[in-house]
């Protein structure tokens, strides 16, 4: 991987990024992100946009949107949320959707969750509904939560049951 990265590989940059994230090297990791990056490679640009998020928001959101220009669903939903907390929520659902619509199960929860806090309940328990069936464990609670505040005390149960299963405190 570092012969490839050597030799210049944007996606080689990226995975090795991955591979130092992992091991607890931001630092390195974000390195080897910046190389990819100039290479115009959009995995890079989203997750040295998660990196920079908190350090610098202006930098991570141009990251976010070439990520998302580029099509990449990290990308959009990464964007989505850091348009949220500058309650953008137009802009946010905009994003959310365009990830949901790729299959993004983390975009497909994200915009189910900024529904509901919307008022839109009925779609937004749908989108909630698609994620915790797909698995995410995040959802499974929050679908808890909605049903339990409408009274379906039964499924309710049963979503919190399947969170908890899958590791949510």
């Not at 509904?129 to 995410?136: E, F, I, K, Q, V």
């Amino acid at each position: 991987l570092r012969i490839a990265a050597e030799a210049g590989y944007a996606n080689a940059h990226y995975h090795l990024g991955v591979l130092l994230r992992a091991r607890g090297d931001a630092e390195g990791a974000e390195h080897e992100y910046r190389l990819a990056v100039d290479a115009g490679h959009p995995g890079a640009m989203a997750n040295l946009g998660v990196l920079l998020h908190h350090r610098d928001p202006q930098t991570a959101e141009r990251l976010y949107r070439g990520a998302a220009d580029a099509g990449n669903a990290f990308g959009m939903t990464n964007l989505g949320v850091l348009l949220e907390t500058r309650e953008q929520w137009v802009d946010a659902e905009r994003w959310h959707r365009r990830a949901a619509e790729g299959g993004h199960v983390v975009a497909v929860y994200n915009l189910g969750l900024l529904l509901t806090r919307r008022g839109k309940q009925q779609e937004g328990e749908e989108h909630l509904r698609r994620a915790a069936d797909a698995g995410y464990r995040n959802a499974q609670y929050n679908l808890g939560v909605v049903l339990q505040q409408r009274g379906e005390f039964d499924e309710a149960e049963e979503r919190f049951l399947a969170a908890a299963e899958a590791g949510d405190a």
